[in-house]
């Protein structure tokens, strides 16, 4: 997806480990969000960014934070990660409030 | 809780032929509403966006109807192509301050058969 770019595209790791996934913008979006997508229960968010070093929990944050030290970049961490976050990960950008969002192609991670 | 929802899970449509995915939302306060296209392994793609002071928009084979009195979304496809088959999410912002806040629907898997 043009200007924006997730890392990694895949991921397998083990339970309890901490996991950081990265998304960069090139577009100069103040707004950055993360979002996990599992079957039955569509796109949830996780956290979100309105300006550097700005952020918020979304409905799912636990287990999850996250940091802004610069526009272009915005990192999800798994602290200690857990089978249940076995998921697809979502980031996106928007460059004001109420207006439409651009995704990334996704991150698979898979905890085992 | 609130959510924004699907009438149907699937929908399968002859090629050719128009589709119309509904979406109905419970948030009055809601302001600002997308489709988005989700082909298998991608990221969602915008579509077609509206705002809660009009009724209707059209872009290119898309038409989404807003019908804010029974809080009901819909998204007519024309001439629905096999390219057309994916799933497709509403979503709704609830005009927050801190930011655009998006809240998806669950999705409609539509599958165009030739």
């Known amino acids: 997806d043009a200007g924006i770019t997730q890392s990694p595209r895949h991921k397998v790791t083990e339970t309890g480990t901490p996991v950081t996934l990265r998304c960069h913008q090139t577009e100069n979006h103040r707004y950055m969000y993360w979002y996990r997508q599992d079957p039955g229960h569509g796109l949830r968010l996780i956290h979100y960014s309105y300006g550097v070093k700005d952020t918020d929990k979304g409905e799912v944050s636990d287990g999850y934070s996250v940091s802004r030290s610069k526009t272009e970049d915005f990192l999800l961490t798994l602290e200690s990660a857990t089978s249940s976050q076995t998921s697809v990960y979502f980031c996106?950008?928007?460059?004001?409030?109420?207006?439409?969002?651009?995704f990334g192609s996704g991150t698979r991670l898979t905890v085992v | 809780g609130e959510s924004v929802g699907l009438h149907l899970p699937t929908l399968s449509v002859q090629e050719g032929d128009n589709s119309i995915i509904n979406c109905a939302y419970s948030?009055?306060?809601?302001?600002?509403f997308i489709w988005y296209k989700q082909e298998s392994g991608k990221g969602p793609q915008f579509i077609i966006d509206i705002r809660s002071n009009m009724d209707k928009r059209q872009g290119q084979r898309v038409t989404v109807l807003l019908n804010k009195t029974v809080k009901h979304l819909s998204l007519q496809i024309a001439a629905t192509q096999p390219g057309d088959s994916a799933v497709y999410f509403c979503?709704?912002?609830?005009?927050?301050?801190?930011?655009?806040?998006?809240?998806f629907g669950e999705g409609t898997q539509l599958t165009v058969n030739p």
């Open positions: 948030n009055s306060a809601s302001d600002y």
């Open positions: 979503a709704e912002n609830r005009g927050e301050t801190s930011g655009s806040r998006l809240t």
């Open positions: 996106a950008i928007s460059a004001s409030s109420n207006y439409g969002y651009t």
